[in-house]
C-alpha cells in the first residue's frame, strides 16, 4: 500500500476540477495495441557492498529523489522518483545492494508523484505496471513490463480515460478508476478493466459509483469482491462490490462502529487483505489533528463480512511523518515509526512496544527528518524511505531483525 499522501494530494487536485458523469455506455474501450519496446539495457547504479551494515549511502546510490518503493520479498524490490517530469524506476534482485535502471521508455511528462497502488503496480519481481496520465490534453498512457522492466510494452489509453487507481489481481485481469472529466468541477468516476493484461479496457461501471468526492484507495480481494475507499463531503465512506465492479453499494463497516465518533474528523484509507485468500485484513483509520494524526484500525478475519475496531493510542507528528501509515505485515504483526523510534505490535495494534534506539538509523533521521514510506516484507526484513526537510534528497534504510538494528542502503 502506498502511501496515502501522494494518492489524496492527486485527488484533491482533481477534485476540485470535476462534476457528475451519467453516461452508462458499456462499449469497450479501443486503445492502440501495444508494441514492446525496449528499455535501455539495465546497469548496476550501486555496487555491491562488502559489510552487512553500513552508516552511510553507497557513493553510487540512485541519482534521483525516491518518491516511492515496493518490495516483492527479502531480496526483490522496486523504487522510484522523477526526474525533471520523468520517471526513474529502479529494481534491485539482492536487498538494495545493487541497483538497476528499468525505467520505462519515454515516461516523461509525470506531474504528479506517482504512488503504489495508483500510478504503479506489481504483482511479482517480472509483471508490473505504470500509467502515466496528462489531464491537460485528456491524454494517457500505460506500460507494462513482464520480465522485471528489461522490456515494456505502451499502449495508449482511449480518450477520457484519466486515470486515478491501479490494481491487478492477475497478469490479465485488472480495474483502473478515472475521473469522468478532469476540466468539470465535481465530476464522478468511471471504473474500466481489463483481461488481456491492459492492452484494451472495458467501461464496466460508472453511475454506481459514488458522483463526487476524493477517492483514498481501490482493492480488490479476488475477481469478484473489491473495496473502494472515499472522503465525500467531508466524511469517509466505503464502498464494496461483489460482482467484479459493476456495482457498488455502500458498506456499513464505520457506521457499525461507533467507536470511531470519538475522532471530530476521520480520514478511511484503502483496505488490506493478507494471505492466498485474502480473508484477513485491516482499514486504516487516522484522526487528524493539528500538528499530529492519531492512527486506528479495523480488523477482520471472514473476508470483510464483519469488522472489529482497534484504537491504536499512537500519534505522530505531522512536521515529520507526512501521514505515513503504520504497516501491516499480516493481521497481527505492525510497524510504526515515530520520529527517530520503531515501535511494535503483535495483537493488531492494541499494544505498541518501542524497540531500542538504532545509532544509525538516529543519526539518518537527524539528516532525513521525514518519513515518506515503510514496508515490512517479512518479520525481519523492512525498508523505511526518508527524506530531507526540503524534499530534495531521500535515503533508504533497511532492517534484518524486525526493527531492532537498521543500515543504510
Known sequence: MRHRTTLILTSFILAGMLIGCTDTDRQAVPTQTPQPRLAPTPQPSTSPGVETKKETPSEFQIQTRLLDFHLIDERNGYAWGVTKESLRMYRTGDGGQSWQNVSPPTANEFKFAPGYGQSVTFLDKQQGWVVRSDFDSKHATIFHTEDGGVNWKVAELGEGMNPVVLDFQ?????????????????????LYATSNGGTTWRRIADSSLPQGGTVTGMTFQNDKNGWLSMEVKGQPKLYRTDDGGMSWNAAQVLDENKQMQACEVADVLQPVFFGSDRSKGWIPLTCPKSDTDQFHGLFTEDGGASWAYTPFNIRTEKASNAFTLPFFLNETNGWYLNKNLVYHSSDKGSTWTPLNEDKILSKTWSKYPQLTQMQFISENVGWILLETKDQKRSVLVQTKDGGKSWSVL
Open 170 to 190: 492477475t497478469p490479465q485481469n485488472g480495474w483502473l478508476l478515472s475521473i469522468a472529466d478532469p476540466q468539470q468541477t465535481g465530476s464522478g468516476h468511471i
